[in-house]
Each structure stands twice: as structure tokens, then as C-alpha cells.
Nanobody
Framework: QVQLVESGGGLVQPGGSLKLSCAASGFTFSTSWMYWVRQAPGKGLEWVSL????????AYADSGKGRFTISRDNAKSTLYLQMNTLKPEDTARYYC????????RGQGTQVTVSS
């Protein structure tokens, strides 16, 4: 079955950086487009970023443009999200997903940006 296991979250001060990872299994990762979505407290799921199966194409929500970088290692079936210049409004649970809506996603990793 599909398994998506996120890691790398934590508490970081504003302006700091974190790199999230997502280990995927149970499907053909190398031919799958992949997504990051997030959910802030009291809010719905928000799409953050996507990457094509080869990694040649990426896209970002306006909230993360210029600060977030999505990448993947198909040999390791792992998805990444490098987040720089973090802001308090980036506080959320971050999920990797097989679809943009996040209907097929992992358990998530918590990111808290606070001084």
C-alpha cells in the first residue's frame, strides 16, 4: 500500500530554515508527480508546491515563491522541501501527497515558526 512518511519539521525562529523529507513506498515514485501541502491551525489544506516525475518541472504557491525549493531523489524514492526565510505564517503541519488536493498524503510533520 502507499506509504508517505514525512520528517524534518520542528521549531524554528523567524528567518530560519528547515528541510523536510518524505520517504515514499508502495507505488512507482519515479513516474509520479509529487506535492507538498500544509494545514495551518484551524484552516484547510493548502497546496504548497509540486514537482514533475523527473524533477524538471516545479511550481509554488505565492506564499512560498522565492523561499521554498522542492526537489526529489528518485533513486531513494524521497521528496524534499527546503524552506528558507521562514515566517510565523508558515506554521503548519506539512504533508507530502500524491495529488494536489492532498487526499492521498502522509501523517505530516509539524513546522512551528516562532521566536
Amino acid at each position: 500500500q502507499v506509504q508517505l512518511v514525512e520528517s524534518g519539521g520542528g521549531l524554528v525562529q523567524p528567518g530560519g530554515s528547515l528541510k523536510l523529507s518524505c520517504a515514499a513506498s508502495g507505488f512507482t515514485f519515479s513516474t509520479s508527480w509529487m506535492y507538498w501541502v500544509r494545514q495551518a491551525p484551524g484552516k484547510g489544506l493548502e497546496w504548497v508546491s509540486l514537482i514533475s516525475s523527473t524533477g524538471s518541472g516545479t511550481a509554488y504557491a505565492d506564499s512560498g515563491k522565492g523561499r521554498f525549493t522542492i526537489s526529489r531523489d528518485n533513486a531513494k524514492s524521497t521528496l524534499y522541501l527546503q524552506m528558507n526565510t521562514l515566517k510565523p505564517e508558515d506554521t503548519a503541519r506539512y504533508y507530502c501527497a500524491r495529488d494536489r488536493n492532498g487526499s492521498i498524503r502522509g501523517q505530516g510533520t509539524q513546522v512551528t515558526v516562532s521566536s
